[in-house]
């Protein structure tokens, strides 16, 4: 799995011109699956995720958590995140899970994640052309991969 995890200080999805998720300060989630992955690394990732210390503390030192300060995630999928751009300059997307693969690892990190966190999580629909909106704060962006834990 990877994921593009950004601090925002608000973040929404809209699909058809309806908004289907929206947070206020927070974590827009983007969320790149590939067969790959299992259950272990929606358990890690999620657990990273919410225990990520990037907010602000009262002395303005990155040290504080999603789930410290309450706040919300916006989980969006996004399969480009598993681009190869090694030959030529079109993107193949080979690495990238099918929709029988990649949804139920998708149900998987929301419960996860909500479990985790204590919270819905808000979200965008698997597979839909998604418009994001977002205000990065910061601006602060994390890059995770379960297939390099560093």
């Not at 999805?13 to 206020?24: A, E, K, R």
């Not at 995720?49 to 303005?60: C, H, K, M, P």
């Not at 999603?66 to 997307?93: C, E, W």
Request: proline share 3%.
């Amino acid at each position: 799995m990877r994921a593009v995890i950004q601090r925002v200080s608000e973040a929404s999805v809209t699909v058809d011109g309806v908004i289907t998720g929206q947070i206020g300060q927070g974590l827009l989630v983007l969320l790149g699956i590939e067969d790959a992955d299992g259950p272990e690394d929606v358990q890690w990732l999620s657990s990273k995720i919410v225990n990520l210390r990037i907010f602000n503390d009262d002395a303005g030192v990155m040290n504080v958590s999603v789930k410290d300060m309450h706040a919300d995630i916006l989980l969006v999928s996004q399969f480009t995140l598993h681009a190869s751009t090694k030959k030529g300059n079109r993107p193949s997307y080979i690495r990238a899970s099918k929709p029988d693969v990649a949804i139920p690892l998708y149900e998987k990190m929301i419960v996860q994640l909500e479990q985790d966190l204590g919270t819905t999580i808000q979200r965008g629909i698997f597979g839909a052309d998604m418009k994001v909106a977002l205000l990065n704060d910061g601006p602060v962006t994390i890059i995770i991969d379960t297939h390099q834990r560093e």
